[in-house]
Nanobody
Framework: QVQLVESGGGLVQAGGSLRLSCVASGSIFSINAMGWYRQTTGKQREFVAAITSGGSTNYADSVKGRFTISRDNAKNTVYLQMNSLKPEDTAVYYC??????????????????WGQGTQVTVSS
């Protein structure tokens, strides 16, 4: 229904910065919240940050003051600016969005999708 493509991951030294992007495409009628989650091997996926369609934001305590989430509604894109990165930020970062898509029949149906993930590695 909706395709999410993330980019911007990579290897960075502690204290450095990265900017993740996630573009949503498909028969999108509207997007509600857009967010980022992360997961390390053997652990559950955890919430990082989210932003509503109106621009309200929410952050995990572990990233407050270091990460900033933003979105460009015209481009169906969400960003995550990550500053002062720490080795414990190392993870696969996943984009998540939900909203409504238009069906072939012209009706709207809800969607809830994840991206494929992008690796972020912070070296000490």
């Amino acid at each position: 229904q909706v395709q999410l493509v993330e980019s911007g991951g990579g290897l960075v030294q502690a204290g450095g910065s990265l900017r993740l992007s996630c573009v949503a495409s498909g028969s999108i009628f509207s997007i509600n919240a857009m967010g980022w989650y992360r997961q390390t091997t053997g652990k559950q996926r955890e919430f990082v940050a989210a932003i509503t369609s109106g621009g309200s934001t929410n952050y995990a305590d572990s990233v407050k003051g270091r990460f900033t989430i933003s979105r460009d509604n015209a481009k169906n894109t969400v960003y995550l600016q990550m500053n002062s990165l720490k080795p414990e930020d190392t993870a696969v970062y996943y984009c998540h969005t939900d909203g409504y898509v238009m069906t072939v029949g012209g009706t709207r149906t809800r969607y809830d999708d994840w991206g494929q993930g992008t690796q972020v590695t912070v070296s000490s």
